[in-house]
């Protein structure tokens, strides 16, 4: 079954759940939020971006940088985790900014993403953009270089992302937006100290074997095999693997996240030297310091798309 309806319209966040209505209460339960417990259009409502990223401390960061490049009050030292009460997420406001970590792979960014969709729709937002940032392993790229993906694709290549429900294989569409993927590229010309190039970006359920890692405690298949793949993949416009970009294209893109004013884009920093020759171990310093080229980026897009001056 194949599943491509889209939503646009008003602006807002919508979801596909006619159940949702009947519900006295939502409990968005790894989110530590609720219809009933807490007024979400007056905590979220005026959100305009979320960030979302993988590792809880990489999101306190990037808050932590947004709050000082907003001017907001204060140092942005205590901000406070609106998850606190889960140990699942980890979530922080800044001015119009939401930074949200989603974990590792499809079954955790799915989880945050489903709550997440269902609080901004709760929060009555509107003219939302979404933007995830990550590591991933370059393919034929230089390491430490920032991929605006234009297409997330499976491990065969293809723009989907497949799930099964109920028994049934429910295809879904992994879309971009490519407006989107254009104005972050000019944005990055601004920031000439570290390369940005445009790509696919590979999405697998592995880490080892679905990445076509060598080193895992499986692994069914040569070096000879693991380079022609690799080869294979580069061949078809794959720049960077990673484990979340087709869950997050899909279900962004079903909800409304993603017309001409709701936009959802996926940007990843390689922070691994390319995977068609031999990986060596990074220092956490330098992985760090790649990181924050992501957000560098994001934080440009957000500045101008309020229309504040640029400092960074």
Same mark, same amino acid.
């Given at each position: ?13 919508h979801i596909?759940?006619?159940?949702l ?8 339960y790894?989110l &530590?939020? @609720?219809?009933r417990?807490?007024d +979400?259009p007056a905590m979220?409502?005026?959100?305009k /971006?979320?960030?979302?990223? !993988? ?10 940088f947004?709050?000082?490049?907003l001017g907001?009050e204060g140092d942005g030292?205590?901000l406070?985790?609106i998850?606190?009460?889960?140990d ?8 119009p900014v939401?930074?949200i970590?989603h ?6 960014v ?7 969709i269902?609080?901004?729709h ?16 370059g393919?034929g790229?230089?390491?430490g270089?920032?991929?605006i993906?234009?297409?997330a694709?499976d491990a065969?290549?293809?723009?989907r ?9 429910v295809?879904?569409g992994?879309?971009? &937006?490519g @407006?989107?993927?254009?104005?972050? +590229?000019?944005?990055?010309?601004a920031i000439p100290d /570290?390369?940005?190039?445009v !790509?696919h ?7 080892y ?7 895992g405690?499986l ?9 022609e793949y ?6 078809a ?16 893109g ?18 691994y ?19 924050n080229r ?9 500045i101008l798309n ?7």
């Amino acid at each position: 079954m194949t599943e491509t309806t889209r939503y646009s319209g008003g602006g807002f966040v919508h979801i596909k759940n006619p159940h949702l209505e009947a519900m006295d209460e939502d409990v968005l339960y790894h989110l &530590d939020l @609720g219809t009933r417990t807490h007024d +979400l259009p007056a905590m979220f409502g005026d959100v305009k /971006f979320v960030c979302v990223g !993988g590792s809880p401390n990489r999101m306190k960061a990037f808050a932590r940088f947004m709050h000082k490049e907003l001017g907001l009050e204060g140092d942005g030292e205590d901000l406070a985790d609106i998850c606190a009460g889960t140990d699942r997420y980890a979530m922080y406001r800044v001015g119009p900014v939401l930074s949200i970590s989603h974990g590792m792979g499809i079954p955790s960014v799915s989880i945050m993403l489903h709550e997440l969709i269902k609080l901004l729709h709760h929060a009555k937002c509107r003219d939302v953009t979404i933007i995830r940032i990550g590591t991933s392993g370059g393919l034929g790229v230089q390491a430490g270089s920032v991929v605006i993906t234009d297409r997330a694709v499976d491990a065969c290549f293809q723009p989907r992302f497949e799930q099964v429900v109920l028994g049934d294989v429910v295809v879904r569409g992994t879309d971009l &937006d490519g @407006g989107l993927v254009e104005e972050l +590229l000019a944005c990055s010309e601004a920031i000439p100290d /570290f390369p940005t190039l445009v !790509g696919h970006t590979m999405c697998t359920y592995d880490f080892y074997e679905g990445q076509g890692r060598l080193d895992g405690a499986l692994c069914s298949f040569s070096n000879e095999k693991k380079l022609e793949y690799l080869k294979r993949a580069h061949d078809a416009g794959v720049r960077n693997i990673e484990m979340e970009s087709t869950a997050f294209a899909a279900l962004c893109g079903l909800c409304g996240l993603r017309d001409a004013r709701r936009k959802s884009w996926d940007t990843e920093i390689t922070t691994y030297p390319d995977v068609l020759q031999i990986s060596s171990k990074l220092k956490n310093s330098q992985s760090m310091a790649w990181c924050n080229r992501c957000n560098r980026l994001c934080h440009r897009l957000i500045i101008l798309n309020l229309g504040l001056s640029w400092r960074c």
